[in-house]
């Protein structure tokens, strides 16, 4: 049945089907993105698809590939009432990923909102129309998408003045000294390095911990 929407899809959008594949039980269209927007109305209207349920939005960089677009904007749909699912793509955005843009489909399924603020966030890809359209899980300030593929994984992300906002609950800053790059581990193990020796409350603690697994045993 999946099989067949991507029939109706491609014969209400002549031409703007680009192409259309089935891999590990996941029927897919790739789009033109100037009909992204149309194409999920459609998915989501026609009483022969009804695809009621959105279910999952992301994107992948193809930096490493060559191809231009760079980027895949992958959307995940299925249908309640028919029981079937496809997953619709388009591509955006040159080799260096500027206009990277889609329409967005906040309008069609309210669900995507967060979906794309994420896309947003972390590969730097504009959706037109959103309502809400900022970061969401880095801080305003940060420079860069870290999750595009030319990311430099030991960048060190600015500092920035401690916001003194009442009733949240938050830690005091970090020092001026304790940036720390986006993808370094931090973990205690991996900064004192094995051999490295533990305070009185430390070894207090795991001893407990110890007695306890023996215990159990």
């Known amino acids: 049945m999946s099989k ?13 089907v680009l192409e259309t594949h089935s891999q590990f039980g996941d029927d897919t269209a790739v789009l033109d993105p100037a009909v992204w927007r149309d194409a999920a109305l459609f998915l989501r209207n026609d009483p ?3 695809m009621n349920m959105f279910v999952d939005l992301t994107a992948v ?12 904007v992958v959307c995940h749909l299925r249908s309640l ?9 388009a591509r955006v955005g040159d080799e ?12 069609v399924w309210k669900g995507a909102n967060w979906f794309e603020r994420e896309c947003y966030d972390l590969l730097g890809i504009v959706f037109k129309g959103h309502p809400d359209l900022r970061r969401i899980l880095m801080y305003p300030e940060f420079e860069g998408h870290p999750l595009r593929k030319d ?4 960048r060190i992300q600015p500092l920035i003045p401690f916001r003194d906002v009442p009733n949240t609950g938050k830690l005091p800053p970090f020092g001026p ?23 009185g409350d430390e070894a207090v603690s795991n001893g407990k911990r110890a007695g306890a697994l023996e215990e159990r045993s």
């Not at 193809?62 to 895949?72: A, M």
């Not at 009432?81 to 793509?89: L, V």
């Not at 990311?151 to 030991?154: D, T």
């Open 4 to 16: 067949k929407v991507l029939e109706l899809l491609t014969a209400q959008f002549p031409g703007a």
């Open 96 to 107: 260096e990923g500027n206009g990277a843009e889609i329409d967005s489909i906040v309008p």
């Open 61 to 72: 960089d193809y930096l490493w590939r060559g191809d231009v677009p760079r980027f895949e």
């Open 81 to 89: 009432e028919r029981n079937h699912r496809i997953r619709i793509k």
């Open 151 to 154: 990311y430099p994984a030991n």
């Open 177 to 199: 000294d304790e940036g720390m790059s986006f993808g370094r581990q931090s973990h205690d193990f991996a900064l004192r390095g094995p051999g490295a020796s533990i305070d």
């Open 48 to 50: 022969r698809t009804l």
